[in-house]
């Protein structure tokens, strides 16, 4: 079967029935050349398994998940070669730009992103990511897609919208947002990106530099009110 994601054709077999499931809104409904294809083992799986011991939430530690882990990481080292790396983060869409907002496990990425439905509107938000959309560089310009890795709420569209802004969240009492400097933007994005594997970390600096250099950054205090959002966007939009 061939799924396309991110603007790529890619080619699977899965050794799980549970995944085609999975990956259902993100199969072609027609026939189209692979860009490559993946396949990962029972060895790959058993290296996903061992690597969450020790991690809490087992109800969802079956051996399809881990195979989705395991595809995830084979098809982020070969985004690389299309010019496109996955970050984490949750990816919004308003006025026909994409913000994606970046923070650790915790810190309120998803609810953000639902203040924003909250405060302008259920029908002119979308969510086009929960948990890890694909970054690409395509004809020019920066986009962000939509993945079927969207995190536990299960929040995706199989679209992708040009990235506006980058914003990392950080709990507060009172909301306020600044701009990062490079210096600042890049330590954070070294946080939020998957590196694949060290061979691969010179290109992921490469497109994460160039993705500092053509979106804007900021860091953004918050609470859970809906004023979060309004500041939010206020912020990253002085520059338009």
Known sequence: MIYRIADINIEMHFLYPINVEFFAEYSTPYEKEADFA???TEAEIDFEAARAEG???PYIYTRGYFERLAILRKVSAMMLTHDGFLMHGTTVEYEGRGYIFAAPSGVGKTTHALLWKKCFGEENVKIIN???PFVRLFDGRFYAYGTPWC????LSINER???AAVCFLKRATENSIRPLDETESLQR???QIMVTDSSDLATQLDLAGALIE???MFELACNMEIEAAQVAYEGMNKRK
């Open 55 to 57: 991690v809490e939430q």
């Open 189 to 191: 994005m070294l946080a």
């Open 161 to 163: 919208t040009p990235i």
């Open 214 to 216: 053509n979106v804007p």
């Open 151 to 154: 995190g536990k709420e299960g």
């Open 130 to 132: 929960g948990d890890k």
């Open 38 to 40: 993946i396949e990962v």
